[in-house]
């Protein structure tokens, strides 16, 4: 059985930093095309950075652009965002997910797609970010 699970999340004042983490089990994550995702409030679903499956490409929200980092490590079925500088609007639920094939081959359009659970195999519970001001 597949999991998902994202760690790391908390409380932290504006201009902080956190590094999330998401363990996959029951699977192998090393042919896979990850992203992270998140959804505010209220709000609706965000993508906000993608990777593939060896590392090699990473894209990014602009609203995130040059403030998070997302990285894996295969050998330990494991993905990571580092976000920094982090802002108020920053603030809401993370989730790990594996990118559907129908979308792996367009990660440049995923700020146009990845805002439906559609385009998504699997997702985590979710790890809470909060930032305050």
């Known amino acids: 059985q597949v999991h998902l699970v994202e760690s790391g999340g908390g409380l932290v004042q504006t201009g902080g930093s956190l590094n999330l983490s998401c363990a996959a089990s029951?699977?192998?994550?090393?042919?896979?095309?990850m992203s992270w995702v998140r959804q505010a409030p209220g709000k609706a679903l965000e993508w906000v950075s993608g990777i593939n499956g060896d590392g090699s490409k990473t894209y990014y929200a602009d609203s995130v652009k040059g403030r998070f980092t997302i990285s894996r490590d295969n050998a330990k079925s494991t993905l990571y965002l580092q976000l920094n500088s982090l802002k108020s609007e920053d603030t809401a639920v993370y989730y790990c997910?594996?990118?559907?094939?129908?979308?792996?081959?367009?990660?440049?359009?995923?700020?146009?797609?990845?805002?439906?659970?559609?385009?998504?195999?699997?997702w985590g519970q979710g790890t809470q970010v909060t930032v305050s001001s």
């Open positions: 997910a594996e990118v559907s094939v129908l979308y792996s081959g367009r990660m440049d359009e995923m700020a146009r797609y990845g805002d439906s659970w559609a385009a998504y195999n699997y």
């Open positions: 029951g699977y192998s994550i090393v042919h896979s095309t």
